[in-house]
Nanobody, 118 residues
Framework: EVQLVESGGGLVQPGGSLRLSCAASGFNFDSSAMSWVRQAPGKGLERVSSIDSGGGIIYYADSVKGRFTISRENAKNTLYLQLNNLKTEDTAMYYC???????????RGQGTQVTVSL
């Protein structure tokens, strides 16, 4: 059974930073592409960033390019997302998800809330 547990969210002012973590278990993490997706209030799921199994191929949504950095530590079965220069429009629930791309992102965790506000 795929288990994904996110942490690291919180309340931060515009321009601030956060580091999200995702602890993975129940599948071969080191052979799986992984993604971060987010859902803002009243909106659908948005793919934020993806990374291949070896960390050599990375995707970023245009809205976060240059501000967010995805990384992974296969020895620890952990996925990360560094969020810098946060904007109010980054406010959302952030989910860790298994896979490079999906429509429903059914294999995802419970999420960690990121709120960017003065």
């Amino acid at each position: 059974e795929v288990q994904l547990v996110e942490s690291g969210g919180g309340l931060v002012q515009p321009g601030g930073s956060l580091r999200l973590s995702c602890a993975a278990s129940g599948f071969n993490f080191d052979s799986s592409a992984m993604s971060w997706v987010r859902q803002a209030p009243g909106k659908g799921l948005e793919r934020v960033s993806s990374i291949d199994s070896g960390g050599g191929i990375i995707y970023y949504a245009d809205s976060v390019k240059g501000r967010f950095t995805i990384s992974r530590e296969n020895a620890k079965n952990t996925l990360y997302l560094q969020l810098n220069n946060l904007k109010t429009e980054d406010t959302a629930m952030y989910y860790c998800a298994k896979g490079w791309y999906a429509t429903a992102w059914s294999d995802r965790g419970q999420g960690t809330q990121v709120t960017v506000s003065l």
